[in-house]
């Protein structure tokens, strides 16, 4: 029998994180600072929304474009932070995954070169390969608050490059690019004539004290530039799978005709709870973010009193690098042997890219003794290497 098993997906990569969250199952109970999503459950008025729309009966398929009061509710938030997004120049997906997915999929042809970081979101690379094209990482550092070095972006150009995928508020590293340093990605940009495509997931999760600045926002960007956004980390809503995706009308117009090829539409309940998080009070939000950064705070004193081990104060998201270079160990030794001796889940840096090994990324995702149990489990830990 001849291998049907596509060489496309043959090399798309296998996550690390759910391969160290499948290790974990072999632990009765694991402490978790492994998967990135927020242990609070949905508020209720917006599983309330969601409810609501099932007792009406909508249980049919919804339009490929997104319902429209929840199209008008984000053309609402984006013109409160100053961008302006008619509802034809956006559409509803399954998540922000799915709409990464459209975006790429609308705008690559086979063989064209994507500049993304590394280390970087771990799917990236994944979805590039399976449209066949070629990621290349861009290496980004501690020491530049995981930002991107200008030059090295231009030294990583060639007449293939169609795309720059950036990712700021990031997952893994917490990096979140300053002004000047997103003026600079956009102007790389426009000079050299590459779309862009920003995840801003975490953009409410953003702890500088200065407000999201869109690469969207910079002259000649908005006409280049697709916004893929989501409701799973700002409102707790991983599993209701709700995203969206903004950008010029044509990209958009590709998208919902790609989209009709894959999942039609997004179920209409789920739609009417993002209504309700987008036009209720967003004190919910507030009151998540106070908590995030308090155990962000908690998170960043505890590895950084215990010898061997280090972390700078993220910028943004849920999530921090810790230095573990001092050890020797390299990443996943350091992950796996923290899981087997301390049933203690982190995952290794270098499942994000080359650029993260040294590194091992924690999520703060959780409750404050959940933290105080863990520094505890990795101090002992440290002091076995
Ligand atoms: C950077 C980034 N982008 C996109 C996603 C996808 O989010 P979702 O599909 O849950 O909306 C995630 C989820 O972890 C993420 O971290």
């Known amino acids: 029998m001849r291998n049907f098993m596509s060489e496309k997906s043959a090399n798309t990569p296998r996550s690390v994180i759910r391969e160290f969250v499948g290790m974990s199952y072999k ?8 998967f990135g999503q927020p242990d609070f459950v949905t508020p209720k008025h917006i599983t309330d929304a969601m409810k609501e729309s099932l007792d009406r ?49 609308a705008s690559l042809d086979i063989g064209d070169e994507v500049i993304i970081s590394d280390p970087c979101y771990a799917a990236y690379d994944g979805m590039i390969i399976m449209l066949g094209c070629k990621p290349v990482r861009v290496k980004i550092f501690e020491e530049d608050g995981f930002m991107f070095n200008p030059e090295a972006v231009r030294a990583a150009i060639t007449p293939k490059t169609k795309l720059m995928l950036i990712n700021f508020p990031s997952n893994p590293t917490g990096g979140v690019a300053d002004y000047d340093n997103m003026k600079a990605l956009a102007e790389i940009c426009v000079e050299n004539d590459i779309f862009c495509i920003t995840d801003e997931m975490y953009r409410e999760l953003n702890w500088t ?16 530039t697709i916004i893929v956004d989501g409701f799973s980390k700002t409102y707790a809503m991983t599993g209701a799978r709700l995203g969206y995706a903004a950008g010029p009308k044509e990209m958009i117009a590709k998208m919902i005709m790609l989209l009709e090829n894959v999942f ?43 010898p061997g081990i280090s972390c700078k104060d993220p910028a943004g998201a849920f999530y921090l690098m810790a230095n573990i270079k001092q050890t020797g160990l390299d990443s996943r030794t350091f992950a796996a042997k923290l899981l087997d001796q301390e049933h203690m889940l982190v995952i290794p840096g270098v499942g994000f890219g080359e650029g993260g090994e040294g590194f091992v990324r924690f999520c703060y995702a959780t409750n404050d003794e959940n933290i105080a149990d863990g520094m505890d489990r990795l101090e002992r830990f440290m002091k076995t290497i």
């Not at 004290?209 to 280049?224: D, L, N, Q, T, Y």
């Open 57 to 105: 009966g909508e249980s049919f398929y919804a339009p490929n474009t997104g319902i429209l009061p929840l199209r008008e509710a984000i053309s609402k938030s984006y013109a409160d932070r100053g961008l302006s997004y008619g509802i034809d120049e956006m559409v509803v997906t399954i998540g922000g995954t799915s709409a990464l997915l459209l975006a790429l999929e």
């Open 209 to 224: 004290g200065k407000p999201f600045v869109s690469i969207a926002s910079f002259p000649g960007m908005k006409e280049r």
């Open 264 to 306: 039609s539409s997004v179920f209409t309940a789920v739609q009417w709870g993002g209504v309700a998080a987008l036009t209720s009070s967003q004190q919910c939000v507030e009151d998540m973010k106070a908590l995030y950064r308090h155990r962000k705070a908690l998170l960043v004193e505890g590895i950084n009193k215990i």
């Open 27 to 34: 632990y009765d109970k694991v402490l978790s600072f492994g």
